[in-house]
């Protein structure tokens, strides 16, 4: 419900600060006075586009603000999706800068637009005598017949299914899609693939080959060069090693004459030590080198043919050319077994198809199960708010399954006696289209949690019985529904919890809108006004008195 509404900068309201009664609340005011400006605020938290030219003082922005109660609505799951901060009350605010630019906020959280339309939907649903277009919309129809015939539980399996059904139609359609692209590759993949396979690829060994390939193209020069350098060390005459064994005796003599030469004879020691480490394994590397023109022409033909594949595929490793092998024995695997897998998704999909027309039609039955009370319940209602001889049916046609079910429902009216009913859009006035759907929002009233209602002027040409029988039912659903109600009809006015008036103040140098809660006595010096006009007599304040009590 809405805790608070404040209005800044908007057209003719400089500043306004409403707090409605959690029951029903009644706004009256002089023509022009500002009800229909303060509507068009209400419609900005709603998500209705903004103009510049709202701006009182084009200097300054314009501010809307709404406060909501909002535990009772179930919208955890909306803020989750729509990332926003879930709090017991929410706080949308709207801002129009001088510039032109909107900005829109959701417990501090700016949002799109859309998703400010979205959530306004859900809290807040205003309601004036020329909304004609929602009532005949069918998906519309279909939720109010849900709501009356509490379906809830019926919907969701319904729903479920469509899902799982869409899932597996989607699943099936793009398996079919990809069968019949994989088939017109088919051949040339099964040749690319035999391509790969036949070089049997070993991860890692590009670079082992490249690297044997290096040395057998290099051999004798290797071992000329092993040679020349073990030659070095190991001549008999003019080694290095020879000379290197002096040197170690010489060190050891030094050490016993001084022991602070012990740090570098150890020093020397392991340099030695390392010099016939790296001898031992140069003789190993010179006795591993072969001189083998066969091997080599083995490798090149190997590593030619790895090259070619790599700048056919566009790549530069053996390891993703064992991806692209691997990827297409998976195409050719799928071809060759796709009767297989088209037949198993082609089941599943017709058996999701079945279990989802099964529960499409346990749903359309408990839908037309209610029809019969929801057409007499309407008529009874509409009765009572003038029109005596109304006639409502509904009708029911199978359509091709969508979310809301497979079938789809028209609401057919009749206002006169004698005619037969026809599609609301077809037969209804406006006013008649108002007072139905007041009707209809009474009827369900006690069966879904709607949002604030906001009645704007619904009683415009009625009086008498049928206004008192209008009050009475909004005092029926304000005892479980907030109510907000734009009325020029004293009676009707009378019977709120609160009431506010919205007048023009014109003691500054611009005309402006103000509102204000009235006490007891301005309520009933109102309400004769509204009776008698500006000048009320004592018996318009008596009557004005009597409407109050009564």
């Known amino acids: 419900m809405l805790k608070s509404l404040t209005i800044s900068n908007y057209a003719l309201i400089d500043q306004l600060n409403l707090v409605p009664s959690e029951g029903l609340s009644m706004i009256t005011g002089e ?34 603000e709404g406060v909501f109660e909002v535990s009772d609505y179930g919208l955890q799951e909306f803020f989750a999706e729509n990332e926003l901060d ?22 501090d959280t700016p949002v799109l637009l859309d998703v400010l339309k979205q959530l306004g939907v859900k809290l807040m649903d205003v309601h004036s005598q020329h909304d004609t277009l929602l009532l005949g919309d069918g998906v519309f129809q279909l939720g109010l017949v849900d709501a009356f015939a509490r379906t809830q ?14 899932r597996a139609k989607k699943s099936w359609e793009e398996l079919k899609q990809k069968a019949s692209e994989l088939q017109k590759e088919s051949d040339f993949n099964q040749y690319l693939l035999e391509e790969l396979s036949a070089l049997i690829l ?48 010489i ?44 091997k080599l022409e083995e490798i090149r033909i190997r590593l030619s043919k790895i090259y070619q594949l790599q700048k056919k595929h566009g790549v530069n490793t053996v390891e993703d050319l064992m991806q692209i092998e691997k990827e297409l024995a998976e195409k050719v695997f799928l071809v060759q077994n796709l009767d297989e897998q088209l037949g198993l998704s082609e089941k599943e999909f017709l058996a999701s198809e079945s279990k989802m027309m099964a529960a499409g039609k346990k749903l359309s039955a408990a ?68 007072r139905l759907l007041f009707a209809i929002k009474y009827l369900m009233a006690d069966k879904m949690a709607l949002p604030t209602l906001i009645f704007d002027e619904i009683d415009t040409g009625i ?88």
């Not at 399954?401 to 006035?429: H, R, T």
């Not at 006015?493 to 611009?510: C, L, M, Q, T």
């Not at 008596?542 to 009590?549: D, I, R, T």
Request: hydrophobic share 40%.
């Open 153 to 166: 539980a019926d919907l969701k399996a319904y729903q479920d299914a469509f899902k799982a059904y869409k």
């Open 31 to 64: 023509t022009g006075a500002g009800k229909s400006i303060m509507l068009g605020a209400v419609g900005l938290l709603l998500g209705n586009r903004a103009e510049t030219k709202v701006l009182l003082d084009e200097d300054k922005k314009c501010v809307v």
């Open 367 to 434: 839908r037309k199960s209610c029809f019969e009370l929801f057409e007499k319940s309407l008529e009874d209602l509409i009765k009572g708010l003038g029109m005596e001889n109304a006639k409502i049916r509904i009708e029911s046609r199978e359509v091709k399954p969508s979310e809301s079910g497979i079938d789809e429902v028209d609401f057919l009216f009749s206002a006169n006696k004698g005619s037969q009913p026809q599609a609301l859009k077809k037969v209804a006035s406006g006013g008649e289209f108002s």
């Open 463 to 550: 009086s008498g019985e049928v206004a008192l029988q209008m009050v009475t039912m909004m005092r029926e659903i304000s005892k479980n529904h907030q109510v907000i109600c734009i009325t020029h009809l004293p009676q009707v006015a009378a019977k709120g919890e609160k009431h506010f008036f919205v007048f023009k103040d014109h003691s500054s140098e611009k005309t402006i809108s103000k509102i204000k809660q009235l006490s007891l006595d301005e309520r009933a010096e109102e309400l004769a006004k509204m009776i008698a006009g500006a000048n009320p007599s004592a018996s318009a304040l008596a009557s004005a008195w009597e409407l109050l009590k009564g």
């Open 86 to 107: 879930y709090e017991q009350q929410c706080i949308i605010r709207r801002e129009i800068s001088p510039g032109g630019k909107s900005r829109s906020f959701v417990n």
């Open 251 to 294: 060190f050891g003599s030094l050490e016993r004459l001084a022991h602070k030469f012990s740090g570098l004879r150890e020093r020397f020691q392991s340099v030695f030590i390392e010099l016939k480490d790296i001898q031992d394994t140069l003789s190993d590397e010179e006795s591993k080198v072969e001189v083998d023109f066969g």
């Open 202 to 249: 070993v991860e890692g060994e590009q670079a082992e080959l490249e690297s044997h390939q290096e040395v057998l193209e290099n051999a004798e020069e290797i071992k000329l060069k092993i040679n020349e350098i073990l030659s070095i060390f190991q001549d008999e005459q003019f080694g290095a090693n020879n000379a290197l064994g002096q040197a170690q005796q």
